[in-house]
């Protein structure tokens, strides 16, 4: 694998398999007293974020010193990209400093896509408009395998804006590319144009759907991405499309809640829900980390004998 630019990139199962195996192991790096392996020493990781970002890029950039990279952050509001700079004369610039890899979060869909055909370092999609967000999917999978231990013939629902969510897509075909049934829940407004292709059934019936997943995601409405009202109101989505503390009593006991963050507590997820035992939103940030120091060792240490073998799994480790 050259670049991480769509789940696409990862063949399938037996792809997302090793990004799993490996992801085991640093989990077991960042549990220890200093967590830090010598496998990327040398390598140097630029972030290209022209978008805002909290959880991605923090996590991108301790899974690489965790590795022992260094690390160039790249920040818009103080750039050459205020003067007018092209994205590909400020990718072309900063692989001239001797970069390894470009990690990129972009507003365009395709930005990270055109900017592996202009460098020769690693790229990795942080995120693409309304395209993909992979490595959000790897954390994704990786979270539920510690709670349903696979994710074959599990069902999952995923509520909200998908129209303008690039975790959706992600999520649609890393979550079927490892056997799971996924159901799509959203007024028609905020669902794409054309779901040909997708490997997804759609409901807009929440209350009849919860009852039968073994998760449920839910999606933030993104008012960034939006040209145009979809909406009547924020109350009224709420009521039919949110998670509230009377709607959750629908879901079975082992069913969890996922959201990718940032969440809007009262709109699509209630603020006691968010905090509930059965979420795991805490646990898709923790998780983050260790991920995202798989697929950076992927793209640019894979063949050092420098990651410690996975731990041997504890026997309660699938609850």
Not at 19 to 29: A, C, I, K, N, W
Not at 128 to 157: C, F, K, M, N, V
């Amino acid at each position: 694998m050259r670049h991480l630019l769509g789940v696409a990139d990862l063949g399938g199962a037996e792809g997302i398999e090793e990004v799993m195996r490996l992801t085991d192991s640093f989990v077991e790096v960042s549990e220890r007293a200093i967590p830090r392996v010598p496998a990327l020493r040398g390598k140097t990781v630029a972030w290209l974020f022209y978008e805002d970002s909290t959880r991605t890029r923090l996590s991108f950039e301790t899974a690489a010193k965790r590795l022992s990279a260094d690390t160039m952050n790249f920040s818009v509001s103080s750039s050459s990209v205020k003067k007018g700079e092209s994205l590909r004369d400020t990718a072309r610039t900063i692989e001239a400093m001797g970069i390894d890899a470009i990690v990129v979060r972009h507003a365009s869909a395709g930005a990270p896509h055109r900017i592996a055909t202009w460098v020769d370092a690693a790229v990795v999609n942080a995120g693409d408009g309304w395209h993909e967000h992979p490595t959000q999917a790897l954390l994704d999978i990786y979270t539920l395998r510690q709670r349903l231990g696979s994710l074959e013939g599990r069902h999952i629902a995923i509520v909200g804006d998908i129209k303008h969510s690039r975790v959706a897509r992600s999520d649609v075909w890393a979550f079927t590319a490892m056997g799971a049934r996924v159901t799509l829940v959203a007024p028609p407004t905020l669902l794409p144009p054309s779901l040909e292709g997708w490997p997804v059934t759609v409901s807009q019936d929440l209350d009849s759907v919860l009852s039968t997943v073994d998760a449920v995601y839910l999606l933030r409405m993104q008012h960034e991405r939006m040209t145009e009202a979809l909406l009547p109101s924020l109350r009224e989505y709420t009521a039919c499309f949110g998670l509230t503390n009377q709607r959750v009593e629908l879901l079975r006991d082992d069913a969890w809640v996922m959201h990718p963050g940032p969440m809007n507590r009262g709109v699509e997820i209630a603020a006691d829900v968010a905090d509930l035992p059965r979420s795991l939103i805490l646990d898709q940030v923790r998780n983050g980390v260790a991920v995202r120091m798989a697929v950076l060792y992927l793209l640019l240490g894979a063949g050092s004998d420098l990651v410690p073998p996975p731990a041997t799994p504890k026997e309660d480790s699938v609850v």
